[in-house]
């Protein structure tokens, strides 16, 4: 679309956007069909020079104030998670195959249970208290 919008702008040149074109250009770009992983909004996509910034701003911030204390008295805590097996949500099949299925080797709650942990670091690198465990939480899977 774009390609043709910017053709109309030079009338002696004749453009058409085949489907070899468009094929070629995406191959020369590195463009590819993928599946989206997440759906964000306009705003967040405008923003990310707005949290560059903040991350920048909050970075040198931390340096000036930190340099004031004691590194074992530093936090820094957050959460991980993951699964017992990691299935994909895509396979090779047969096109026109009106039902594709997946299968895994472990039972069924290990493909669709997440598990967390959190720990609590100081800025010298050491684990502070105890780890935090949250097991077997259910997660929107492929197999529902």
Same mark, same amino acid.
């Not at 800025?123 to 492929?142: M, T």
């Given at each position: 679309?774009?390609?043709?919008? @910017?053709?109309?702008?030079?009338?002696?040149?004749?453009?058409?956007? +085949?489907?070899?074109?468009?094929?070629?250009?995406? &191959?020369?770009?590195?463009?590819?069909?993928? &599946? =989206?992983?997440?759906? !964000?909004?306009? &705003?967040?996509?405008?923003?990310?020079?707005?949290? =560059?910034?903040? %991350?920048?701003?909050?970075?040198?911030?931390?340096?000036?104030?930190?340099?004031?204390?004691? *590194?074992?008295?530093?936090?820094?805590? $957050?959460?991980?998670?993951?699964?017992?097996? !990691? %299935?994909?949500n895509r396979?090779?099949?047969?096109?026109?195959?009106?039902?594709?299925?997946?299968?895994?080797?472990? *039972? @069924?709650?290990?493909?669709?249970?997440?598990?967390?942990?959190?720990y609590? =670091?100081?800025?010298?690198?050491?684990? %502070?208290? $105890?780890?935090?465990?949250?097991?077997? %939480? &259910?997660?929107? +899977? =492929?197999?529902?």
């Open positions: 679309m774009f390609a043709l919008q @910017k053709a109309l702008e030079y009338p002696n040149f004749k453009f058409a956007a +085949s489907d070899t074109w468009i094929f070629e250009w995406k &191959k020369l770009c590195g463009i590819t069909s993928r &599946k =989206i992983q997440k759906m !964000v909004s306009f &705003k967040l996509i405008r923003n990310n020079e707005d949290l =560059i910034d903040a %991350v920048t701003k909050f970075r040198e911030e931390f340096k000036q104030k930190s340099s004031s204390y004691d *590194p074992r008295f530093i936090y820094n805590t $957050d959460q991980t998670g993951f699964r017992y097996e !990691v %299935v994909g396979t090779l099949s047969y096109k026109g195959e009106r039902r594709t299925l997946g299968s895994a080797l472990s *039972p @069924k709650n290990k493909m669709t249970h997440s598990y967390t942990v959190q609590t =670091i100081s800025a010298d690198g050491k684990i %502070v208290g $105890d780890v935090f465990i949250c097991l077997q %939480v &259910k997660f929107q +899977s =492929i197999l529902e």
